[in-house]
């Protein structure tokens, strides 16, 4: 099975600080995700990656940034955290093939709460 | 574009009757389609999948879906509800050569006793 771990499952910030959040997969995968859940909103693609030191913009990167330097492993940074980052983190991996398209694999989520 | 829509945002049902969980989507081209399931405080785990093979695809913990071309419908149902089935209840699909999926809004699964 794919295990996707989230190295906090609640985390608490003060406004200011810089936040970062960890995943890893153990899957070989060469896909990676980061998303934020809120209430009525949905999943929001944060920033997703494609192989190692690549990284693209999903729908909401601003006040974020991502480092992929292996690729087992794929980080989320709040550079300056604000209240209104207070959200449910949620990390993805994928396989990448070119023909049909391969499901995305969760962690549990990280509940991150800016005070 | 592609998108998808969940018809119903809360769906209510009595243990052991069935389920009906709605989807349209809209898609230029074959696309993908998945269920994902999620229970509180926890992530998203995968129900089922549609790539183009069989239009009736079975999944986890008895559920189901149909891929209707016509109806650009993926309706997921289970014949009994279990307790254990309340949770929120994702539609996501993707276009081919697409590493991104699109999520609906979600469908939040209530089982009465």
């Known amino acids: 099975d794919v295990k996707v771990t989230q190295s906090s499952r609640y985390l608490v910030k003060r406004t200011g600080e810089k936040v970062f959040l960890e995943c890893v997969q153990d899957?070989?995968?060469?896909?990676m995700f980061w998303y934020r859940q809120d209430p009525g909103l949905g999943l929001r693609l944060i920033y997703f990656?494609?192989?190692?030191?690549?990284?693209e913009k999903g729908d909401i990167p601003e006040g974020y940034s991502v480092s992929r330097e292996k690729k087992e492993r794929f980080s989320l940074i709040l550079e300056s955290a604000s209240t209104n980052q207070t959200s449910m983190y949620l990390c993805?991996?994928?396989?990448?093939?070119?023909?049909?398209?391969?499901?995305?694999?969760f962690g549990d989520g990280t509940r991150l709460s800016i005070l | 574009a592609q998108s998808v829509t969940q018809l119903d945002s809360h769906v209510s049902v009595s243990e052991g009757t069935p389920v009906l969980l709605r989807c349209n989507y809209s898609?230029?081209?074959?696309?993908?389609l998945f269920w994902y399931v999620q229970h509180p405080n926890k992530g998203l785990q995968l129900l089922l999948k549609?790539?183009?093979?069989?239009?009736l695809v079975k999944g986890i913990n008895g559920f189901e879906a149909e891929f209707k071309k016509s109806e650009t419908s993926f309706h997921l149902t289970k014949p009994s509800a279990h307790m254990s089935d309340a949770a929120e209840y994702f539609c996501?699909?993707?276009?081919?050569?697409?590493?991104?999926?699109?999520f609906g809004q979600g469908t939040t699964l209530q089982v009465k006793p």
């Open positions: 993805a991996s994928s396989l990448q093939t070119g023909g049909g398209n391969q499901p995305q694999h």
């Open positions: 899957m070989d995968h060469e896909n």
């Open positions: 990656s494609y192989d190692v030191k690549m990284k």
């Open positions: 898609s230029s081209y074959s696309p993908s």
């Open positions: 549609y790539t183009s093979a069989a239009t």
């Open positions: 996501v699909v993707s276009e081919p050569g697409q590493s991104k999926l699109i």
